[in-house]
């Protein structure tokens, strides 16, 4: 077997001998469906949660005869400006594993499931990593991470319990059950007894976990209340992550967009990665006039807000709507400067 008789990714695995499992890694951590990602592989889809003019992917597989050892690549492919995986760099990336792998990586040895180098594997950074692996632990059904008893009692209990030595991996493996009742009970009487670091890793953790409308609420109140503690409402801004629109995560940003004061680059991009769903045509006109204002003040020359445009465009739930920014009338001076800008680049 040949790189020229292999056509994708996932017949490469399923020849190899392995199971898999596919996790985007574009704009959140979500599992997808072995089909969804062979229409995506051969561009009949476009890559839904596409990030920086990539498709970003942990591809997790077993040997079929034996599920002792889980094996990782994580694998990023270019994007076309109409949100098409590459099919060029896709059979490249397949050329290089065939020459360098052979036909089967079922044999239980680090170089068998070892990627060789080659310009589409990358790095999780610390953070995406400690989530990813919560994330497939739960998905294998794989035990939790040690310490997890030690997180639930700083919950319910912290102002008794040091959590300076509870381990990051065991707060994210939490994370993945807050909406269990009496996490949810504590974190509401608790959470500003809760030290920032621990908040932020918490929160954050929560990135793949549909909340219910109760703590929807809840943390959608604490930014409302505007204490200003830029990391932990960043944080909570991740943890209300969601791909369905919902009406009171749209409130809260409507709120926070509308406000007078220019959110910080930080606060736009985690909007822009996290609520890209959120973004309807209210939102998107509010959230590209923060873009524009924010530009503007720091003197970035319309880089910023060309970033965001070609970042937004190119996601499927998004660009008929960034695309009709350019056509609409009702508009702030900054965002048609910012357009402006825009046209003016694309012309240069």
Same mark, same amino acid.
């Given at each position: 077997?040949?790189?020229?008789?292999?056509?994708?990714?996932?017949?490469?695995?399923?020849?190899?001998?392995?199971?898999?499992?596919? =996790?985007?890694?574009?704009?959140?951590?979500?599992?997808?469906?072995?089909?969804?990602?062979?229409?995506?592989?051969?561009?009949?889809?476009?890559?839904?949660?596409?990030?920086?003019?990539?498709?970003?992917?942990? #591809?997790?597989?077993?040997?079929?005869?034996?599920?002792?050892?889980?094996?990782?690549?994580?694998?990023?492919?270019?994007? @076309?400006?109409?949100?098409?995986?590459?099919?060029?760099?896709?059979? +490249?990336?397949?050329?290089?594993?065939?020459?360098?792998?052979?036909?089967?990586?079922?044999? @239980?040895?680090?170089?068998?499931?070892?990627?060789?180098?080659?310009?589409?594997?990358?790095?999780?950074?610390?953070?995406?990593?400690? *989530?990813?692996?919560?994330?497939?632990?739960?998905?294998?059904?794989?035990?939790?991470?040690?310490?997890?008893?030690?997180?639930?009692?700083?919950?319910?209990?912290?102002?008794?319990?040091?959590?300076?030595? $509870?381990?990051?991996?065991?707060?994210?493996?939490?994370?993945?059950?807050?909406?269990?009742?009496?996490?949810?009970?504590?974190?509401?009487?608790?959470?500003?007894?809760?030290?920032?670091?621990?908040?932020?890793?918490?929160?954050?953790?929560?990135?793949? =976990?549909?909340?219910?409308?109760?703590?929807?609420? /809840?943390?959608?109140?604490?930014?409302?209340?505007?204490?200003?503690?830029?990391?932990?409402?960043?944080?909570?801004?991740?943890?209300?992550?969601?791909?369905?629109?919902?009406?009171?995560?749209?409130?809260?940003?409507?709120? $926070?967009?509308?406000?007078?004061?220019?959110?910080?680059?930080?606060?736009? /991009?985690?909007?822009?990665?996290? +609520?890209? /769903?959120? *973004?309807?045509?209210?939102? #998107?006109?509010?959230?590209?006039?923060?873009?524009?204002?924010?530009?503007?003040?720091?003197?970035?020359?319309?880089?910023?807000?060309?970033?965001?445009?070609? @970042?937004?465009?190119?996601?499927?739930?998004?660009?008929?709507? =960034?695309?009709?920014?350019?056509?609409?009338?009702?508009?702030?001076?900054?965002?048609?400067?910012? #357009?402006?800008?825009?046209?003016?680049?694309?012309?240069?």
């Amino acid at each position: 077997m040949g790189a020229q008789t292999i056509e994708s990714i996932s017949e490469f695995l399923l020849h190899a001998g392995t199971n898999f499992q596919i =996790v985007d890694m574009g704009r959140e951590i979500t599992a997808i469906d072995a089909q969804t990602f062979l229409d995506i592989e051969n561009a009949v889809t476009p890559v839904p949660r596409p990030r920086q003019q990539h498709a970003w992917f942990g #591809i997790i597989f077993w040997n079929t005869q034996q599920k002792q050892n889980e094996y990782i690549w994580f694998l990023k492919l270019p994007v @076309d400006e109409q949100g098409l995986l590459v099919p060029a760099s896709r059979n +490249h990336f397949l050329q290089i594993i065939v020459d360098a792998l052979g036909t089967s990586l079922t044999e @239980d040895s680090e170089e068998k499931q070892t990627l060789p180098d080659n310009p589409y594997n990358f790095v999780p950074n610390q953070q995406q990593m400690t *989530l990813f692996n919560a994330y497939a632990r739960q998905l294998l059904d794989k035990p939790l991470a040690q310490g997890v008893d030690d997180v639930n009692r700083y919950l319910s209990h912290p102002a008794i319990v040091d959590w300076t030595q $509870l381990p990051v991996q065991a707060i994210a493996d939490t994370a993945l059950l807050i909406n269990q009742p009496e996490k949810k009970k504590a974190i509401k009487a608790c959470l500003d007894m809760y030290a920032e670091d621990f908040q932020v890793a918490l929160l954050s953790g929560c990135e793949p =976990v549909s909340l219910d409308n109760e703590l929807i609420d /809840s943390l959608c109140q604490v930014i409302e209340a505007g204490d200003a503690k830029i990391k932990r409402d960043q944080a909570i801004l991740r943890a209300l992550t969601t791909q369905s629109e919902t009406s009171r995560i749209q409130r809260m940003l409507e709120g $926070l967009m509308n406000d007078n004061a220019s959110l910080d680059i930080d606060t736009l /991009s985690v909007i822009a990665a996290r +609520h890209y /769903s959120q *973004l309807n045509d209210l939102l #998107i006109k509010l959230f590209f006039e923060q873009v524009a204002k924010c530009d503007e003040a720091k003197g970035f020359e319309g880089a910023l807000f060309k970033g965001f445009f070609a @970042d937004l465009v190119q996601v499927p739930a998004t660009r008929e709507r =960034v695309l009709g920014l350019l056509r609409l009338p009702d508009r702030s001076a900054a965002l048609s400067r910012a #357009i402006g800008q825009l046209f003016a680049q694309t012309k240069g």
